[in-house]
């Protein structure tokens, strides 16, 4: 069965580029008679707000896209993750990291590897008895990552540059690659549907989801909504916010097909009803491209 998540940070309102994900990833559900699940990514305590939490709830709700599962708060389930990144110490695939930010920089040799990744068990051991904070950091094999997105097509990376990134801070935080993948895994998604901004952040995961003995999900990473001059959507293209465009007296439906028919062409140009959405929905290498943002079309 189709599991897709939606999975904002609740770090500012709900915006127009997000929104689309949530839409594409809901219609995505239905159109295969799947689950659309809500997860709310607020493990970054200083930025996120209950406030904009229930701000994107709400203008989910007044698109119409409903959840059948969630909202699934992460900064409740910290423990969760804790144990993950331990299952990967475990597992071989992950190390204690004793470094403060400011000796590993002292150090001067910035390496994809930290030394901490082959610390004698007698220097652990010490490391321990002076009560020093760790992080966990994963091992990063050599070789190279593929996989296959339903929009971009084969993707290949190689390892052999990326850091050992961290996985869990010292402060007992985890990262979001740690919190993504944890939570991919536990709630059974089967397809990855979101920003094409998250690209660079795939290869690293999708070592975490082999390291977990874990099966991968399929990616579909959509491109980014930009202003008519191609730049990188923002206030000054106009509402950006979805309520701001509800508060304004416009018809969600017709906001809905705004956003839908920014990549995807269901045939002509008009209003569809959702229940017509669902059923012609598709997502594939036709929704490649940057949609532009475009305020006169909302004015069908
Ligand atoms: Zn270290």
Known sequence: MVRVRFAPSPTGHLHIGAARTALYNWLYARHYEGRFILRV???DISR??????????????WLGLDWDEGPVFQSKR??????KAEELVKRGAAYYCYCTPENRKASGQWQTRCACSSLSKEKIRHYEQQGLKKAVRFKVPGGE???KDMIHGTITTRSDNIEDF???????????????????IDQKITHVIRGDDHISNTPKQILVYKALGA????????SLILGKDRKKLSKR???????????????PLAVVNFLAQMSWSPGKERIYSMEEMKEKFYLDRRSSGNPIFDLDKLEW
């Open 145 to 147: 990552v593929r996989y």
């Open 237 to 251: 293209h106009g509402e950006t916010s979805v309520l701001e465009f509800r508060d304004k007296g416009f018809l």
């Open 166 to 184: 961290v996985l869990l801070r010292r402060d007992g935080l985890p990262t979001y690659h740690l919190s993504v993948v944890s939570d991919d």
């Open 48 to 61: 996120s707000s209950q406030e904009m939490s229930e701000g994107i709830i709400k203008g989910l709700s």
């Open 78 to 83: 910290l423990k969760f993750y804790q144990k």
């Open 215 to 222: 099966d991968i999900p399929r990616f579909a990473h959509m």
């Open 41 to 43: 990514e607020d493990t």
